[in-house]
């Protein structure tokens, strides 16, 4: 990861919040913070819960994290955790197709941060996760528009299309935009696309599962679709860059390094690791290959950031499931 120097608002030796401290984004967050010299308040559910024995772990953790209880309704506890911090990074999100599960937590969550960043009084800037969820999905966008800052998902087609993730991501951000305008908060925004690279977690989150599926064995065939891809590692980067850089306040950042059709996927899985049952046919024969979209991810270059490529990222997804036991090691795997 390069990242180049620019304008900073503030540095190291200062208090930030990270909401949902022990998922896969803001696990490596954590971890660049702490590198970088910040004291790191994180909220999770349970502070005693093993799940978070990661984040107690890291180097620097024993003298500057401290590990707050909050839930994201909970607003009382969200502001105890925000009080006396300089930035606030909101990662905590739920991840379902679940309309009651996704859409009121997540807006109702985002509007509490931004409420209680405004209420303790010395926050500087508040970088919130959306995703490219709340970019991409608008069905009148022409396929040759390039998808950029300004593109929003259309509210109407997330709903008509049952995609209740993305219609929750979009209200979500929707709502962090007007809150913070109303509340007179520095807001950035982080959009990224789906996000790999090793875990630090314990557990498999959503975009890991995405990728051992088709190792495993429990994919049988790869779906006529395309995806934006990332490195957590440069998603974690891009948080910090954001947080820093006096020129990103009040902006939206695509997070993206490639967008690939899911074939691409698979035969790069099925190169990289040819011992394991990678599917090698599409579940949809009928229709045309659908073609990847084309994106910017200037904004974020300008600030400095550079992306990993996918197929490093793909391989070390991999190996880290393997590692943490989440994928069985095959006998002919070359050491």
Request: aromatic share 8%; with cysteine; glycine share 6%.
């Amino acid at each position: 990861m390069v990242v180049a120097a620019a304008p900073v608002i503030i540095g190291g030796e200062q208090t930030v919040c990270v909401t949902g401290a022990g998922g896969f984004i803001a696990s490596w967050l954590v971890k660049l913070l702490l590198e970088k010299g910040y004291t790191v308040k994180g909220t999770v559910r349970n502070p005693d819960d093993p799940k978070n024995d990661h984040l107690r772990a890291m180097e620097g953790a024993a003298e500057r994290l401290v590990l707050c209880k909050a839930d994201l309704l909970d607003y009382d506890a969200l502001l105890e955790a925000i009080r006396g911090c300089h930035g606030v990074f909101h990662t905590a999100s739920p991840v379902t197709d679940d309309p009651e599960q996704m859409v009121e937590p997540a807006v109702r969550g985002t509007r509490n941060v931004i409420n209680a960043a405004a209420e303790a009084g010395t926050v500087r800037r508040v970088v919130f996760t959306s995703s490219i969820g709340a970019v991409t999905m608008n069905p009148n966008r022409g396929p040759e528009v390039v998808v950029d800052e300004s593109c929003w998902s259309d509210l109407e087609f997330c709903k008509n299309t049952k995609n209740w993730y993305c219609y929750g991501k979009t209200v979500a951000e929707q709502s962090a935009w007007e809150v913070a305008r109303e509340k007179g908060v520095e807001l950035a925004v982080v959009n990224p696309v789906l996000v790999m690279g090793p875990l630090l977690q314990p557990q498999v989150n959503a975009s890991a599962a995405h990728i051992l599926k088709y190792l495993d064995g429990s994919a049988r065939r790869f779906a006529n679709a395309v995806q934006g891809y990332v490195d957590v590692r440069d998603v974690a980067a891009a948080h910090l860059r954001v947080f820093e850089a006096a020129a990103a306040a009040g902006k939206r950042f695509i997070c993206a390094e490639r967008v690939l059709h899911r074939e691409d996927v698979v035969r790069t899985l099925a190169k990289l690791f040819p011992e394991y049952p990678v599917p090698n046919k599409c579940s949809d024969e009928v229709n045309p290959r659908k073609k990847p979209y084309n994106f910017s991810n200037q904004a974020l270059r300008q600030l400095g950031v550079e992306f990993r490529p996918v197929s490093q990222s793909l391989y070390e997804t991999a190996k880290s499931l393997q590692e943490k036991g989440h994928l069985p090691v095959r006998p002919d795997q070359d050491y």
